[in-house]
């Protein structure tokens, strides 16, 4: 089992920035790759970014290019989401998961944090 505690969500004004954190614990050697997604209220899940756990190869969604970078520690088992220009399009909760080799589906997951944008 994978344990993931999200951090650094809140109140941002428009064009500002937010540094999402991810603390993991448990079976960190039985992950393949990490990823953040969002989901807005009355919307669907979203992938925003993802990256693997031993080689570090990132892959973003459209809505986060140039905007947000995902990164990791491995030596502290964290993963971060760095995000800037944020809109209020980009409302929403946010959350870490991790999935394991071989497996698609996110198979862990963090409780999520609040990112409110205001204008």
């Known amino acids: 089992q994978v344990q993931l505690m999200e951090s650094g969500g809140g109140l941002v004004q428009v064009g500002g920035s937010l540094r999402l954190s991810c603390a993991a614990s448990?079976?960190?050697?039985?992950?393949?790759?990490w990823g953040w997604f969002r989901q807005a209220p009355g919307k669907e899940r979203e992938f925003l970014a993802t990256?693997?756990?031993?080689?570090?190869?990132?892959t973003y969604a459209d809505s986060a290019k140039g905007r947000f970078t995902i990164s990791r520690d491995n030596a502290k088992n964290a993963v971060t989401l760095q995000m800037n220009s944020l809109t209020p399009e980009d409302t929403a909760v946010y959350y870490c998961?991790?999935?394991?080799?071989?497996?698609?589906?996110?198979?862990?997951w963090g409780q999520g944090t609040q990112v409110t944008v205001s204008s």
């Open positions: 448990g079976s960190i050697s039985s992950i393949f790759a």
């Open positions: 990256i693997t756990r031993d080689s570090g190869r990132t």
């Open positions: 998961a991790a999935r394991r080799p071989g497996i698609l589906e996110y198979l862990y």
